[in-house]
């Protein structure tokens, strides 16, 4: 009987040691949501609905980064993009950029913002085991709680943090492409990337027909000749040796303006032309202004800490904490 009740003894410590570790657990993961959580929210245009929506900036920030870039890059490069995404929000809301909301969820237009719930389910169709879902989202987690209220500002001002996704060789002068006024820290540097990456070359071919009735239909040319499209060349290239501009007949048309209107990945590229297509064949992603995300991951692996990264990419800024976001109607 005396051996029966220590043994239940035993078991009844057990237990309540058991119940008091789950508690402990359930309190520390409810611990670590609030102190994730941001104390302030921000309005979020959704495109979809055409709402402004109330949600928590760090959930935000949470949502972006994620859908910016894979959560499997190196941990010092998705902090260098959760900085940049704070500034980036930042600069929209200090400047009053956006007609409705805060910023948009468009990433045609700010930056790219997907669901979490969304994003777990992409993740899983990937082919990502919940085990890695869990972990690339608490890494994520940590770099934004890590760079807390952290920005980048040039001369005290909070900077356009632009970025995207692969620039091999050198990144692109803003001015260069944009026609824009001269940007400081937004300028062409020396990048290394690595030459694994997917996209580093694609081609983008595009029948004659559609070429010509998509730059009539939005204005670039009145009317172009078969003889023309033979005689497509390329009529300018940026310092940075992207195209510029290219020649169509009578008609120069800026690169950028291609690359937007065909879904051409990027204005590094060069023409081929056959019997029925014009064929681009191009080499990085994106717009190539200011951080590669690549480049980033690429610097990294090499040892390269998020404000080093963060510094090599936009020249002369600096790296602030402590920024509390001013709205101009505050």
């Known amino acids: 009987m005396y051996f029966i009740s220590g043994i239940l003894a035993i078991i009844i410590v057990v237990l309540a040691i058991l119940q008091s570790r789950k508690v402990e657990k359930i309190e520390k993961e409810e611990e670590e949501q609030i102190n994730f959580e941001s104390n302030e929210n921000i309005k ?3 495109t979809q609905n055409d709402e402004i929506e109330e949600v928590n900036l760090n959930y935000y920030l949470l949502c972006v980064v994620a859908s ?12 260098a993009q959760a900085v940049v995404a704070r500034t980036y929000l930042f600069n929209k809301i200090v400047n009053n950029l956006e007609e409705q909301g805060d910023v948009c969820d468009d990433y045609n237009h700010c930056q790219a ?6 994003l777990r389910e992409i993740w899983k169709n990937k082919g990502f085991t919940e085990s890695e879902i869990n972990e690339g989202e608490e890494k994520i987690k940590k770099a934004i709680v890590e760079t807390k209220n952290q920005v980048i500002v040039y001369n005290g001002e909070i900077i356009d943090a632009l970025f995207h996704a692969s620039s091999p060789q050198k990144t692109e002068d803003a001015k260069a ?3 824009c006024e001269d940007v400081p820290y937004l300028k062409s540097v020396d990048n290394v990337e690595d030459e694994t990456y ?4 694609s081609q983008t071919t595009i029948p004659y027909s559609v070429f010509k009735n998509t730059l009539i239909d939005n204005g670039y040319v009145e009317d172009i000749t078969n003889d023309d499209f033979f ?10 040796g992207r195209v510029k501009t290219i020649q ?27 019997e029925d297509n014009i064929v681009f064949n191009v080499i990085g992603y994106g717009h190539g202004v200011g951080m590669s995300q690549v480049g980033a991951n690429t610097y990294a692996k090499q040892g390269k800490t998020y404000d080093e990264i963060i510094h090599h990419y936009y020249t002369g800024v600096d790296i602030v904490d402590g920024y509390t976001v001013q709205r101009r109607n505050d």
């Open 44 to 46: 979020l245009y959704n």
């Open 68 to 79: 910016e870039i894979p959560f499997k890059y190196e941990y010092e490069a998705i902090k």
């Open 113 to 118: 913002f997907t669901q979490l719930e969304k």
């Open 177 to 179: 492409i944009w026609s």
């Open 198 to 201: 997917e996209n580093r070359t």
């Open 231 to 240: 005689n497509i060349s390329i009529s300018e290239y940026t310092d940075s």
């Open 248 to 274: 169509v007949g009578s008609y120069k048309i800026k690169a950028e303006d291609l690359r937007t209107l065909f879904g051409i990945k990027s204005t590094n590229f060069s023409i081929d032309i056959d």
